[in-house]
């Protein structure tokens, strides 16, 4: 038998003295050990030494049946598996009695031999116990997934606190009954689970044998986090790598990223806080240190990715993927303020707002280098017949596409609004009215600014055309088809109604000043409405002039473009008016008088009837040659 002072050097190693001396303080915050049948409620003072020397040779037989030097099948099966269950409650209530006679020996008896014989005994519980924890684990790794754990214990994860001294059954028909699942068996087995373990956990931590008991917790967890980060396809992200990534491969990696997010946030992640949290409940300092290590590798990595994304090349197709991002990761910014709330896993946060922050910064630069490409828009080349311009296109293709993105670019801009812009008159951006807009007026701001842009653009390119007419009808056309592209999509709610009634009117305006320019040397062809009368050789001059002017009109509008159809009827329209009905009243009052006059068929050569043929050829694009219309001389 030892002497004494190898009592003391032993228990010194293991750390006893501090255990024994806090342990009554311990005691009293585990509910699952105050219902133990073995718990002394009388004070210290009043055990004898041979009350606990035959509480120490119970504790004996009962822990050394489960000891590995055990002849017995025991060391072999697990102490928490079937009919041995009622066993593994008599066993951690032996440790915990074999606890509280070795701090009663250490204070009152610290000479007793039987301090040694305690101590064995102990270090044999904590080996089996070390032993049922990572079987427990490691047999239920995939009954204990993240998403089974986070569905038992979120929200109600103080039915399991005590479970496990006695209300394990009440607690499996409750659990049963609420979640309404036919595989009542496997939520037992489940519960039954995470009861063991936390029962375990408890007991080797308040035997001093922490280190062990998490050192085998993590290891077992991490593997299960790993892998599930695995299956997401989350490799380990490196700027290098990233960078090599051709985009289409990039873009996939951030598709798969933004649907990986989500369910490592919702599911690995909580649940790993959840479990833990559960397990170690009886020490915050145990349960932050375990969390913190099982995930915070994961999730750095997992939460940098964007962060990387953000620094490859920043071209304008690449932003819609990016804004992508931000909208994943600031939707979840909450998530990961409180998953990791701890102060060991800060870093963690401080990376998913650097992430953010870089996204940010990003999709702004390549706004404004978007915008700074419109600018330098130097093509000199004109749109035959006034059509709409390639850049009128792109660009709003481009601003449309922006405007899916609204509640993105609200949290991208609110925060560093453009330099500049503030001069814009309200009525480019005017405030919508529509219920589901939640937008702040940076956005409206900086979409009615690009196309502001893109409209100075296109006004210095209709200056292109020597045919004031047709510069007049390109400004047409191209405003034209940015209104309609405003009213299709959501810039309409970002921009208002008032913007799309001062650019309609402007369209007008366009309208007229074309129609002025190309139609009124025809229609001052024809005399004024009075009551004189021409003479006969007037009459003739003015068919003449009529014939001349119409006819190089007619020539020069075959080819050119009114996209818009309704656009393009109302023009007919409004020159019909103008032209066929004066052209009429002059073709029935003169044609008469003119009766027999010499070459009258060279005189007269269009009709007010072929008048509306000869406008619906115009504004198709197509030359007099490719439609076979021709000015012909009446009937």
């Given at each position: 038998m030892p002497q004494s002072s190898n009592i003391d050097n032993t228990l010194m190693e293991r750390g006893m003295s501090n255990l024994f001396l806090s342990s009554s303080k311990t005691m009293s915050t585990h509910s699952s050990f105050q219902r133990s049948s073995l718990h002394i409620t009388l004070p210290v003072e009043s055990f004898s030494l041979s009350m606990v020397e035959e509480s120490i040779r119970n504790a004996e037989s009962i822990i050394s049946k489960w000891g590995f030097d055990s002849p017995s099948i025991n060391k072999v099966t697990s102490l928490f598996h079937?009919?041995?269950?009622?066993?593994?409650?008599?066993?951690?209530?032996?440790?915990?009695?074999?606890?509280?006679?070795?701090?009663?020996?250490?204070?009152?008896?610290?000479?007793?031999?039987?301090?040694?014989?305690?101590?064995?005994?102990?270090?044999?519980?904590?080996?089996?116990?070390?032993?049922?924890?990572?079987?427990?684990?490691?047999?239920?790794?995939?009954?204990?997934?993240?998403?089974?754990?986070?569905?038992?214990?979120?929200?109600?994860?103080?039915?399991?606190?005590?479970?496990?001294?006695?209300?394990?059954?009440?607690?499996?028909?409750?659990?049963?009954?609420?979640?309404?699942?036919?595989?009542?068996?496997?939520?037992?087995?489940?519960?039954?689970?995470?009861?063991?373990?936390?029962?375990?956990?408890?007991?080797?931590?308040?035997?001093?044998?922490?280190?062990?008991c998490v050192k085998i917790y993590k290891v077992v967890r991490k593997s299960v986090l790993d892998e599930g980060l695995y299956l997401l396809e989350i490799e380990q992200f490196r700027s290098s790598k990233i960078q090599k990534k051709n985009w289409e491969d990039l873009e996939c990696m951030i598709n798969n990223w933004v649907h990986a997010v989500n369910v490592a946030l919702k599911t690995l992640f909580s649940a790993e806080k959840i479990l833990s949290d559960h397990v170690f409940s009886a020490s915050q300092r145990i349960r932050e240190c375990c969390f913190s290590e099982i995930t915070k590798e994961g999730a750095m990595n997992l939460l940098k990715f964007p962060e990387l994304v953000a620094k490859s090349k920043k071209l304008p197709e690449r932003i819609f993927p990016l804004m992508e991002l931000y909208e994943a990761l600031f939707?979840?910014?909450?998530?990961?303020?409180?998953?990791?709330?701890?102060?060991?896993?800060?870093?963690?946060?401080?990376?998913?707002?650097?992430?953010?922050?870089?996204?940010?910064?990003?999709?702004?630069?390549?706004?404004?280098?978007?915008?700074?490409?419109?600018?330098?828009?130097?093509?000199?080349?004109?749109?035959?017949?006034?059509?709409?311009?390639?850049l009128t296109r792109i660009v709003m293709s481009y601003i449309s596409s922006l405007a899916d993105y609204s509640t993105v670019l609200s949290n991208i801009l609110t925060d560093s609004p453009s330099q500049g812009r503030t001069q814009l008159p309200e009525s480019h951006f005017d405030s919508p009215t529509s219920e589901d807009n939640d937008l702040t007026?940076?956005?409206?701001?900086?979409?009615?600014?690009?196309?502001?842009?893109?409209?100075?653009?296109?006004?210095?390119?209709?200056?292109?055309?020597?045919?004031?007419?047709?510069?007049?009808?390109?400004?047409?056309?191209?405003?034209?088809?940015?209104?309609?592209?405003?009213?299709?999509?959501?810039?309409?709610i970002q921009l208002g109604q008032d913007w799309v009634i001062k650019h309609a009117n402007k369209v007008k305006q366009y309208a007229l000043n074309y129609q002025t320019h190309a139609w009124n040397k025809v229609i001052s062809t024809l005399p004024v409405?009075?009551?004189?009368?021409?003479?006969?050789?007037?009459?003739?001059?003015?068919?003449?002039?009529?014939?001349?002017?119409?006819?190089?009109?007619?020539?020069?509008?075959?080819?050119?473009?009114?996209?818009?159809?309704?656009?393009?009827?109302?023009?007919?329209?409004?020159?019909?008016?103008?032209?066929?009905?004066?052209?009429?009243?002059?073709?029935?009052?003169?044609?008469?008088?003119?009766?027999?006059?010499?070459?009258?068929?060279?005189?007269?050569?269009?009709?007010?009837?072929?008048?509306?043929?000869?406008?619906?050829?115009?504004?198709?694009?197509?030359?007099?040659?490719?439609?076979?219309?021709?000015?012909?001389?009446?009937?």
């Open positions: 079937g009919h041995n269950r009622e066993e593994a409650k008599v066993f951690l209530q032996t440790v915990k009695g074999l606890r509280q006679s070795m701090h009663l020996l250490l204070s009152e008896h610290s000479a007793s031999h039987k301090l040694v014989t305690a101590q064995s005994l102990m270090q044999v519980a904590m080996k089996r116990l070390e032993k049922e924890l990572y079987q427990i684990l490691s047999a239920y790794r995939d009954q204990l997934d993240p998403e089974s754990v986070s569905g038992r214990l979120s929200g109600g994860s103080s039915n399991w606190s005590s479970s496990f001294e006695g209300e394990d059954e009440i607690v499996f028909e409750e659990e049963s009954k609420i979640s309404g699942n036919g595989n009542t068996k496997s939520e037992k087995f489940k519960g039954v689970a995470l009861s063991d373990l936390k029962a375990i956990v408890d007991c080797m931590i308040s035997c001093g044998y922490g280190e062990e939707d979840h910014m909450p998530d990961i303020e409180s998953i990791f709330s701890f102060e060991s896993t800060s870093s963690v946060k401080l990376q998913a707002h650097s992430s953010l922050v870089k996204l940010g910064e990003s999709v702004r630069s390549i706004l404004s280098e978007f915008e700074s490409t419109i600018h330098k828009d130097s093509s000199k080349t004109p749109v035959p017949g006034g059509g709409i311009h390639p007026p940076a956005v409206s701001l900086h979409l009615a600014w690009l196309i502001l842009v893109l409209l100075c653009k296109i006004d210095k390119k209709s200056d292109i055309y020597k045919d004031v007419s047709l510069s007049y009808l390109f400004l047409v056309n191209n405003l034209q088809f940015i209104v309609n592209k405003v009213c299709s999509t959501r810039l309409k409405r009075t009551s004189q009368e021409l003479s006969v050789e007037e009459a003739k001059s003015c068919f003449q002039r009529f014939n001349a002017a119409f006819e190089e009109a007619y020539r020069k509008q075959t080819s050119w473009i009114v996209a818009d159809r309704k656009l393009r009827d109302d023009l007919k329209v409004s020159i019909e008016k103008k032209i066929v009905t004066a052209y009429r009243e002059f073709y029935d009052i003169y044609l008469v008088k003119m009766t027999g006059a010499r070459n009258l068929e060279g005189l007269v050569r269009i009709c007010p009837d072929d008048l509306d043929n000869y406008l619906s050829d115009l504004f198709h694009g197509a030359s007099l040659s490719s439609t076979g219309s021709t000015c012909s001389s009446p009937r």
